[in-house]
């Protein structure tokens, strides 16, 4: 018999104010086999949450705290010294992050979630330029580099064909993102609400995420609105409160017609999502679109941007908007609330059946299938 392989898994970027990237690699680690391979999780101190550490020890993994930064330059050289002490106790490695350490010399796995920062620049803040050549120099130097390239959409596949060229077009195999980790057990958290019925976001407020089209569609329908109807919105969206405040102050002038909530728990996402009318997503740009699926678990209907992966994930299971025209988003929302009745079955049907093209033992299991390859 063959001895196991031993597998670094890099989780230096997880954070403990859980985002999707943390959900994408705590979720992959939570399905591998530990029968088929030794693995070694590599985590920053005080970051990945304790109940999935102790469950991954339980299981077999190892765990070593490292100080490596989650983004930037100062990684690049953290991971070198790193590989210095520890290259030859392993023979592979999965970076499942966009950033992959430039120094590795191990056969790798390398997942691409997204190249939001090609379309939008801007995003990066200051020394947007360079920081946008540095990011696109790595994922460069990653896919010459990685045996084999994850990409968590087909649309994420084409969007490195197109910046990057075709010469590496083979390495990449699209492997989906799952949704098992909503039925983890929680607490019952029940919120008061400012209305009876909700449209539902959650998401932060980045450009790409389009909330400023959206909340344009809300004004432009905020007299129109049942009484008993608002727009309740999840997230860290403080900069965008603060810079669209006059626009937000109008559309609440009647009545409190958007609610915002901040970061959220756990427990109060699931009573927000579960209890929402519908589920609402404009973004310009998603790699993949994990609230999509989250919908579905929930059995909420989707209204949804028809731009980026969404249309690859939802399929035929939302209603589709064009995200740059305000009067159609506004429009697609108002055929929602009048024909609800008719609509909602219809949708939280087609988004159960949906629901079961994708999952996180599927993704860790074809995963693992590629990492024993290599």
């Not at 590599?42 to 077999?60: H, M, Q, S, W």
């Not at 590795?104 to 190249?115: E, F, G, K, M, R």
């Not at 629901?355 to 299991?365: D, E, T, V, Y």
Request: glycine content about 6%.
């Amino acid at each position: 018999m063959m001895p196991k392989r031993n597998i670094l898994i890099d989780g230096t970027t997880i954070l403990s104010q859980m985002d999707g990237l943390s959900q994408y690699i705590l979720n992959i680690v939570s399905w591998l086999d530990v029968e088929k391979a030794n693995f070694t999780f590599i985590v920053r101190p005080n970051e990945c949450p304790t109940d999935y550490l102790e469950k991954f020890i339980a299981k077999g993994i190892s765990i070593e705290e490292v100080v490596i930064a989650p983004i930037g330059p100062i990684r690049e050289l953290q991971f070198l010294l790193f590989f210095m002490k520890k290259r030859r106790k392993y023979d592979a490695a999965f970076f499942p992050s966009n950033q992959f350490p430039v120094f590795a010399t191990l056969p790798s796995l390398y997942t691409i979630h997204d190249l939001i920062y090609e379309q939008f620049p801007e995003q990066l803040g200051k020394l947007s330029g360079l920081k946008r050549l540095f990011l696109h120099w790595n994922v460069k130097v990653g896919l010459r580099k990685a045996n084999k390239v994850i990409a968590v959409s087909d649309y994420t596949r084409q969007e490195i064909i197109k910046y990057h060229g075709e010469k590496h077009k083979d390495k990449i195999e699209v492997i989906h993102e799952g949704w098992e980790h909503l039925s983890k057990p929680l607490p019952l958290t029940v919120i008061q609400k400012p209305w009876l019925n909700y449209i539902f976001y959650v998401g932060n407020s980045r450009g790409h995420k389009n909330l400023i089209n959206l909340l344009y569609a809300i004004f432009k329908i905020k007299d129109k609105l049942p009484q008993n109807y608002g727009v309740l919105i999840c997230g860290n969206t403080i900069s965008l409160q603060k810079k669209y405040q006059e626009l937000i102050e109008k559309i609440n002038r009647q009545r409190q017609i958007i609610s915002f909530t901040g970061w959220v728990s756990d427990e109060e996402l699931i009573d927000y999502f579960s209890k929402a009318n519908a589920f609402i997503f404009p973004s310009l740009s998603e790699g993949f679109g994990i609230p999509v699926l989250e919908a579905f678990y929930y059995q909420v209907p989707t209204l949804l941007s028809n731009q980026g992966s969404l249309p690859e994930v939802a399929g035929d299971s939302a209603i589709y908007f064009n995200p740059n025209d305000k009067s159609d988003i506004a429009g697609k929302i108002m055929d929602f609330i009048k024909n609800e009745d008719d609509i909602a079955p219809k949708l939280k049907l087609k988004g159960t059946e949906r629901l079961k093209k994708f999952g996180w033992q599927k993704a860790s299991n074809e995963i693992l299938k590629q990492l024993l390859k290599i």
